[in-house]
């Protein structure tokens, strides 16, 4: 999908105070309870794009930390209106891609971590770009403490038996939960906060396909 460029969005997250600046976010890793200035957990979103389910959890939850990543700054920039018009001292964002997490986190500093309808990448060359493939489970896993929990959602079949085949192949990981219709599982409704992109398939009748995997206890 071709995204619409807005002029000046870089410059105006680039000041925007809810955005950690580019050349401060290596300095966060094992340091986001000092970002935040409390000892609460933090939990993250790794492509939020307008932020409305990370918004809306902050709001929700207002006793965690949550840290939204997302690396196109004409999207960011309407997750950065939304704080101009209600700041959350809760959340904060970061413009990157995802690929350099490790970096920006410190082992086992994350509660929890959320991927929702990710970009499928549907070329095979593509596929270590796919944020469930095991490349990118593998930094998750660095930053995510022991026992804290991964969420991914998509309408995509083909990502998410990607996504499956890829965990079985990660050994940090263990399935906890899985449905290929999220929306007729009441346990796993629970809770449920839907994205733009949720409403809008969900409402086109695709079914929603989720997993919860568990960071196993063992040291890496």
């Known amino acids: 999908m071709r995204l619409r460029n807005i002029t000046g969005s870089r410059e105006v997250i680039s000041s925007s105070p809810y955005v950690i600046k580019e050349e401060m976010q290596r300095e966060c890793a094992g340091r986001w309870k000092e970002v935040?200035?409390?000892?609460?957990?933090?939990?993250?979103?790794?492509?939020m794009g307008k932020g409305k389910f990370i918004y809306t959890m902050a709001g929700l939850h207002p006793d965690i930390n949550y840290v939204g990543i997302e690396k196109y700054s004409s999207v960011?920039?309407?997750?950065?209106?939304?704080?101009?018009?209600?700041?959350l001292p809760n959340l904060?964002?970061?413009?990157?891609?995802?690929?350099?997490?490790?970096?920006?986190?410190g082992q086992g500093e994350v509660d929890r971590i959320y991927l929702n309808f990710s970009d499928p990448w549907p070329k095979d060359r593509h596929a270590?770009?796919?944020?469930?493939?095991?490349?990118?489970?593998?930094?998750f896993a660095r930053i995510l403490k022991p026992g804290g929990r991964?969420?991914?959602k998509t309408d995509n079949r083909p990502l998410f038996e990607f996504a499956l085949e890829e965990l079985a192949a990660s050994p940090a990981w263990e399935l906890?939960?899985?449905?290929?219709n999220l929306h007729s599982d009441a346990e796993l409704m629970q809770g449920n906060i839907m994205t733009e992109y949720e409403e809008?398939?969900?409402?086109?009748?695709?079914?929603?396909?989720k997993y919860i995997i568990v960071r196993k206890q063992e040291k890496l």
């Open 150 to 152: 991964l969420e991914f």
């Open 92 to 105: 904060k964002f970061l413009r990157m891609d995802a690929e350099n997490i490790a970096e920006v986190f």
């Open 36 to 47: 935040f200035g409390n000892e609460a957990p933090v939990r993250l979103e790794a492509g």
């Open 76 to 87: 960011l920039l309407r997750a950065v209106h939304k704080m101009e018009q209600e700041e």
């Open 200 to 209: 809008k398939f969900s409402a086109a009748g695709n079914p929603i396909c």
């Open 176 to 180: 906890a939960a899985a449905t290929y």
């Open 128 to 139: 270590k770009r796919r944020l469930p493939s095991r490349e990118f489970l593998e930094r």
